[in-house]
């Protein structure tokens, strides 16, 4: 017998109230893993072309990882997939907490949704037993408090994923919570549960996951450990805003160790990136034209990362984290205990909108999350509003008499709110910046920073190349959680996968704009290697450890009993891509179509501030990136039936 | 007629939940589970503490486990005042004292704290300290939150990677 996987999903059928257990042949865990990888091989099989995605017709599947609950570190993700009403292909979105192995003990790998309810409900789970219950009484509830009500109903120990006022209101820019605000926000997923009026999934499993060998997974998990709690007395947390500085001004590039960055996110979590990246260039400022120079240090010192440590009353772990890079900070607000806000939210909120005001941002964060609505998006869409504002082509009437200048806190504050009950220009705005700017018209397209769609999130393509070719050539695009050259490099992957380039310890920085093929073979490992994750449910800070700390690949195969080689798990990656790719030519999203923003790439370069002078053939870089992969470089359609390549270096 | 993906035999192929739910996978992990033999009293006690609600019976009946739901914890053996229970393996379980059963002793030095006991927990009995408990920096670490509830079934400490977790009787402890 095998072990890691539950074996069977469940199907709930909404129209109807039905439910189904289909049991998943060994071969296809062989073949996809579980996660996305299981998601996407069901997807693509069941959902009919030109399905609409707010419709009956699309599924939204709940997957749990391969690895979670074995006994193995990082591996509390839980993933959604469905096809996206924001993108119009493949849609997932990624979230930790506690419901991965909620779903798992259940007895369930998955749990897929189909059909559209009549009236609101929600399904619980409990003793294995499913059952669609009420929800009326829910529904226009924030996601904290149905969150609490639910557990509290089912006995005081579920795990709940549940949507917001957002996706009760079909906003596209909508997620799923869990945990009270741990949210997996993108691709618009939360729209999707709500158009299904599904307003909460209660799971109060019990069962015990499979494990081929546990004690090997356990032995692994503590020489991973002992990485993780290596952890020396660091810098404050302003004084990380100058090394970024140095990192700039440096015409030289180190290649970056995944254990720096470890060591940053055990004592601060991704907020002890704010200033920092800011300084490297990596961050994007004033919706994408600023830079360094007009939110520099001074201006950004209210959103160091001690300013929020300082309110930190106890670290958050996601399930089976040694790490703990979440936090639950203390506000002077309403809300009371609130989630420490990610890197993601706080420049979204703060710098992409030139807004310092620290409070806001706190109060801004809490208002999405419980919402239910993605921060990254939002934060992205405000920014554009402020751009169109300041150019005239949406005037103070248009915005309901608010005076959206750049760092105007108070009036972002309304606008949420407006975005988040969909109240006058806050219905223009709820679905994203770029259905915003066709509506607008005027030329507001050119101010929408997006890609096929979808907001893109704080991480400036024009200081690493490699997020740019991710935004634009993975089938859910305009994300971060991917590939870079610098997650390249912090993943470490040379050690354990044969065949891959190793980047020289130190290199010049004019060396990461050349669109040659090590780029691509670089972009391809990290596709490859994140399926092969997000299919174990690992979590991708845990991978930044580097390939030869943290096993990955052995634990795959202690927990499962294959014996498998890392190059062998990187082919069944390239697979899982192969058909989230298929999944968008099959719904007619051409891969060419996400059109390249050209402020995103530098064209014409910024003349200023850290990225001055920069820009990149985007279109080689793709190119080659489809070549990489195996597929049509002109069109990036896969051919047939596609063996993937292993790399050739 | 809607599309609909219930279509199409895959694999294991489909079972109606509707009228019977259960079906076993082809790859259960459990398939061995507790037993209750004629010894079977009815007298309930299992059945109150089945975590899962995997036995049933009449009361002054034989009693039956639910081979499916059962999750191998051990506590209807524990229990059982005229030892009717038998194990996976087909051992006769023998009864101990509830006061006398073994609970964790979570080691905070060793804990990580990674959060997969409180996770396993089939009673739900453990939980992260309140911030008052905490031993070092702002890491909340897991206890014994309801001592009441704990079964003994030992899951915690089998599936804490790091071993911080040691399943010892009260009489040894105290």
Redo the contacts between chains.
């Keep these: 017998?095998?072990?890691g996987?539950?074996?069977?999903i469940l199907?709930v059928?909404l129209?109807v109230n039905?439910?189904?257990?289909?049991?998943?042949?060994?071969e296809?865990y062989e073949k996809y893993l579980s996660g996305t990888g299981l998601a996407a091989w069901?997807l693509s099989?069941?959902?009919?072309t030109g399905a609409d995605p707010l419709g009956?017709?699309n599924?939204l599947a709940f997957v749990s990882g391969l690895l979670t609950?074995t006994?193995?570190?990082f591996t509390g993700r839980w993933m959604v997939a469905g096809k996206s009403p924001l993108t119009g292909g493949w849609g997932d979105a990624n979230c930790g907490g506690?419901l991965s192995?909620?779903i798992k003990?259940c007895g369930f790998d998955g749990i897929?949704f189909?059909?559209v309810s009549e009236k609101p409900v929600y399904l619980l789970i409990d003793?294995?037993?499913?059952e669609l219950k009420d929800a009326g009484h829910l529904w226009g509830k924030d996601t904290a408090e149905t969150e609490e009500y639910l557990i509290a109903e089912s006995g005081?120990?579920a795990r709940v994923a549940v949507i917001g006022p957002a996706g009760e209101n079909l906003s596209l820019i909508s997620g799923i919570c869990n945990d009270r605000g741990r949210i997996a926000a993108r691709s618009g997923l939360g729209a999707v549960m709500g158009s299904k009026r599904l307003k909460a999934m209660v799971l109060n499993g019990?069962?015990?996951?499979?494990v081929y060998q546990?004690a090997e997974?356990?032995r692994l998990?503590?020489q991973c450990?002992k990485w993780?709690?290596l952890q020396p007395p660091f810098i404050s947390g302003p004084m990380a805003a100058y090394v970024g500085t140095i990192m700039r001004i440096l015409p030289t590039q180190m290649a970056m160790e995944g254990m720096v960055y470890k060591i940053l996110l055990k004592k601060w979590g991704t907020v002890s990136m704010n200033q920092m990246s800011v300084e490297i260039g990596d961050a994007p400022v004033m919706n994408w034209k600023g830079s360094n120079r007009d939110w520099g240090i001074r201006k950004s010192l209210s959103v160091n990362p001690d300013a929020f440590k300082s309110r930190?009353?106890?670290?958050y772990?996601?399930?089976?984290?040694?790490l703990?890079c979440g936090?639950v900070c203390v506000t002077k607000g309403p809300y009371g205990d609130v989630h420490k806000p990610e890197y993601e939210s706080v420049l979204a909120l703060g710098g992409l909108c030139m807004n310092g005001d620290l409070e806001s941002i706190f109060t801004m964060n809490e208002m999405l999350n419980r919402a239910g609505m993605d921060t990254i998006s939002a934060g992205g869409t405000i920014a554009f509003a402020m751009e169109c504002y300041e150019q005239g082509i949406l005037t103070r009437e248009d915005l309901d008499g608010l005076d959206l200048t750049w760092g105007n806190a108070a009036a972002m504050i309304t606008l949420v709110e407006k975005m988040i009950k969909r109240e006058g220009v806050g219905d223009l705005l709820a679905d994203g910046s770029l259905a915003a700017a066709r509506k607008i018209g005027k030329g507001a397209e050119s101010y929408a920073v997006h890609a096929g769609g979808q907001e893109l999130p704080m991480h400036d393509g024009r200081n690493d190349p490699g997020f740019n070719v991710h935004y634009y050539v993975e089938a859910a695009p305009g994300r971060h959680t991917i590939g870079a050259q610098l997650y390249y490099e912090m993943f470490q992957l040379w050690k354990r996968v044969s065949g891959l380039p190793r980047p020289p310890l130190f290199y010049h920085k004019d060396r990461k704009y050349v669109a040659d093929e090590e780029k691509a073979v670089m972009a391809a490992a990290c596709s490859r290697f994140m399926n092969v994750a997000n299919g174990a449910g690992l979590c991708m800070f845990g991978l930044f450890l580097g390939a030869a700390r943290i096993p990955a690949f052995a634990w795959l195969n202690a927990a499962t009993g294959w014996r498998r080689t890392p190059e062998e798990y990187m082919a069944i990656g390239a697979a899982i891509q192969t058909l989230k790719q298929s999944f968008n030519i099959k719904h007619g999203v051409e891969p060419r179509s996400f059109q390249v923003v050209d402020r995103v790439v530098g064209r014409p370069p910024q003349n200023r501030g850290a990225n001055k002078g920069r820009t990149m053939d985007i279109e080689k870089m793709r190119s080659d990136y489809w070549r990489q992969c195996g597929w049509d470089p002109k069109t990036g359609h896969p051919d047939g039936e596609v063996t993937p390549s292993r790399p050739s270096h | 007629m809607r599309s609909s993906p219930f279509k199409g035999e895959v694999g294991g192929g489909w079972a109606n939940l509707t009228e019977q739910y259960f079906i076993p996978g082809p790859q259960r992990g459990y398939d061995m589970s507790y037993r209750i033999t004629e010894t079977c009293n009815g007298c309930g006690a299992c059945v109150k503490l089945c975590p899962v609600g995997a036995i049933t019976g009449e009361k002054k009946n034989l009693h039956l486990i639910d081979s499916l739901l059962c999750i191998d914890c051990g506590a209807c053996g524990r229990i059982c005042p005229v030892t009717a229970v038998k194990d996976s393996f087909g051992i006769v379980c023998e009864r101990i004292k509830r006061n006398a059963w073994e609970k964790p002793q979570i080691d905070l030095k060793t804990c990580m704290p990674c959060g997969i006991c409180i996770e396993t927990c089939p009673v739900n009995c453990l939980a992260f300290a309140e911030p008052v408990l905490l031993v070092r920096e702002l890491h909340a670490y897991p206890f014994l939150k309801e001592d009441k509830r704990c079964i003994g079934c030992g899951f915690c400490a089998s599936e804490c990677p790091v071993h911080a977790i040691t399943m010892s009787s009260p009489s040894v402890t105290d």
């Design positions: 017998m095998n072990g996987y539950m074996g069977k199907w059928d129209t039905e439910f189904r257990e289909e049991a998943i042949p060994a296809i069901l099989e069941r959902i009919p009956p017709e599924i609950g006994g193995s570190l506690t192995p909620a003990r897929f189909t059909g003793h294995g037993r499913p005081g120990h019990k069962k015990r996951i499979p546990r997974v356990q998990s503590r450990n993780v709690q930190e009353k106890v670290k772990h996601c399930y089976s984290c040694p703990g936090g």
